[in-house]
């Protein structure tokens, strides 16, 4: 396994969450990597996307509330998720791309991991 992410749980509404995402080292120095989220009956949909040289993309929906980011010693990637709302409950998904298209498209991803549950309930 490549991609493990870390993380999810339940939290109440206006809560946070950070999840992670360990890599292995020749994914984590090479690929550009996201954040993808499905909820039950609607389609795999990018959350965050960071590609190598540290550009950042973001869904309207998590603007100003969900950070993506990287720690190069660790090879992680990271998503910090504030101010959570019930509309975000969803199997989270890291996923990477090694010819970092920075694409929405989750078919465009080479490389995923087994995904976390996040649930926000009150």
């Known amino acids: 396994v490549q991609l493990v992410e870390s993380g999810g749980g339940l939290v109440q509404p206006g809560g946070s969450l950070r999840l992670s995402c360990a890599a292995a080292n020749y994914i984590y120095s090479r690929y550009c990597m996201g954040w993808f989220r499905q909820a039950p009956g609607k389609e795999r949909e990018r959350v965050a996307a960071?590609?190598?040289?540290?550009?950042?993309l973001y869904i309207d929906a998590v603007k100003g509330r969900f950070t993506i980011s990287q720690d190069n010693g660790k090879n992680t990637l990271y998503l910090q998720m504030n101010s959570l709302k019930p509309e975000d409950t969803a199997m989270y998904y890291c996923?990477?791309?090694?010819?970092?298209?920075?694409?929405?498209?989750?078919?465009?991803?080479?490389?995923w991991g087994q995904g976390t549950q996040v649930t926000v309930s009150s």
């Open positions: 960071i590609h190598s040289a540290g550009t950042t």
């Open positions: 996923a990477a791309d090694r010819y970092c298209r920075m694409s929405r498209r989750w078919d465009e991803y080479t490389d």
